[in-house]
């Protein structure tokens, strides 16, 4: 029994010191622990800081493309404005506004002469409408003429059929080009008053003396030159108002160059005349 | 258990600190024994203890809670570990695990009793002839005084199975000192 008990206090003195023998070093714990923990922090960041970083990156990949939408914008409106690009380019609403956003940051001596070259850009955009409305009308004579002719020539069965089947198309054709005048008609009424509204802009900034008088010559004989060139009556303005324009112009230019307008006037009644007779 | 290292683990995943760290309190003295019992060597038990731990956050991004518990995952890669050092090393020589280590002989040789320290060294000579499986369990049961459902849940083996196991190396152990 004694030596039972003897035994037991062996064996358990034997597995004690083996524990003891087993137990790790404690610095080598705690080295260890750190390089464990270095790495947990370093190779796993915590799910915070990876939604904080995703985040981030979303948040730089916007501004990324912001910034590159905005270069490309800024690009494509310089050069519509540089370009001066035709009414029926796809910048050309980007060139107005961007002439828009250049009226409101031009100083008040720089507006006249910007709202000037606008009126001359307008003047010249009506232009190149008229030279296109020419086209488009001898366009619809020509369908109207062809329609016509196909009526007339068909005798047969057969004929009538294939010229209706023509007219068709042939009339479509008409009603789109006639539809295509019709906008462009609109688009330089648009023109037509948005140009005089720029003259009137300037005629405004002359009459209140905010133009240099060294720069006064150059911008009345530009202003004339346009008002000259603008013919039409169409547009929202009235033959009164036409008249009070160029005598407001008259009277605050007539010192700086010579106006003719009366002449214009009659010259102009004496066209209409004699296209009546 | 399980479900406590599990939810360590997913913690671990989710880059807490504090669960790396509850991680290695428990498992690192576990697997310092295990390793020391294995190979017999203290620094190479060291090595091999610092390695795991470094595989355990390489590798945590593929370990699945559904297909079973964190502690079982953990000590198959400690168990291939051992595999990858013997593989590497082939021959290990037992007699390190006595007498090389200053500390040791100076913990063997100190002020404990001369007949125990015999003891002590045939205890050590003992473990060396214990096979693979023994070796786990002994590691485990005698040295972490881990209970059998945890061994089960770590060996991936049966309680009765491990109880079995337990009795033989008690057997030897209880031969060596019916012998004194």
Redesign the interface.
């Known amino acids: 029994m004694l030596n039972f008990f003897k035994r037991k206090i062996k064996e358990y003195e034997c597995r004690r010191l083996t524990k003891r023998y087993c137990e790790p070093d404690k610095d080598f714990l705690n080295t260890c622990r750190e390089e464990f923990i270095a790495k947990v922090c370093r190779e796993i960041p915590p799910e915070k800081a990876k939604r904080f970083s995703l985040v981030v990156l979303g948040f730089k990949y916007s501004l990324a493309v912001f910034i590159i939408l905005v270069f490309l914008g800024s690009g494509a409106a310089v050069y519509a404005d540089r370009a001066n690009v035709d009414y029926a380019h796809p910048l050309y609403s980007l060139k107005r506004t961007v002439e828009a956003v250049r009226v409101e940051l031009a100083s008040s001596q720089q507006q006249p002469v910007l709202q000037t070259e606008l009126a001359q850009r307008r003047l010249d955009e009506i232009k190149k409408i008229e030279a296109d409305m020419e086209i488009i009308s001898q366009e619809v004579s020509m369908t109207t003429k062809e329609v016509s002719v196909a009526q007339g020539t068909a005798t047969t069965t057969k004929e009538v059929a294939a010229s209706t089947k023509k007219i068709t198309i042939k009339k479509k054709t008409q009603q789109n080009l006639e539809a295509e005048q019709k906008k462009r008609q609109e688009l330089m009424t648009n023109l037509r008053n948005q140009m005089r509204q720029e003259l009137g802009s300037v005629i405004d900034e002359i009459e209140n003396k905010r133009v240099e008088k060294t720069r006064m010559e150059k911008l009345c004989s530009s202003v004339l030159q346009i008002m000259e060139e603008d013919e039409e009556t169409d547009g929202d303005e009235t033959e009164e108002k036409r008249n009070e324009r160029w005598n407001r112009f008259q009277k605050n230019c007539g010192e700086f160059i010579k106006i003719d307008w009366n002449n214009n006037q009659n010259d102009k009644s004496q066209e209409s005349e004699n296209k009546r007779n | 258990m399980t479900d406590r290292f599990n939810k360590l683990a997913h913690r671990?995943?989710?880059?807490?600190?504090k669960a790396?760290?509850e991680i290695?309190?428990y498992f690192?003295?576990q697997f310092?024994?295990f390793f020391?019992?294995r190979t017999g060597n203290?620094e190479t038990?060291?090595d091999l203890?610092?390695e795991i731990?470094?595989k355990v956050?390489?590798k945590?991004g593929t370990f699945n809670e559904d297909l079973g518990s964190f502690s079982g995952w953990i000590w198959q890669i400690a168990k291939n570990n051992v595999k990858d050092y013997y593989r590497k090393k082939k021959t290990v020589a037992l007699s390190d695990f006595v007498l090389q280590n200053k500390?040791?002989s100076d913990?063997l040789k100190g002020k404990?009793d001369p007949k125990?320290e015999l003891?002590?060294t045939e205890?050590?000579d003992l473990i060396k002839d214990l096979n693979e499986e023994e070796q786990e369990v002994f590691?485990l049961r005698?040295?972490s005084d881990l209970s059998y459902r945890d061994i089960s849940k770590t060996t991936k083996k049966s309680e009765s199975s491990l109880r079995v196991l337990v009795h033989r190396v008690n057997k030897k152990?209880?031969k060596l000192?019916?012998n004194?």
């Open positions: 671990l995943k989710e880059g807490e600190r790396g760290e290695f309190d690192a003295p310092f024994r020391l019992v203290r038990a060291e203890t610092q731990f470094l956050i390489d945590i500390e040791n913990f404990n125990t003891k002590m205890m050590l590691s005698y040295l152990i209880r000192f019916n004194a």
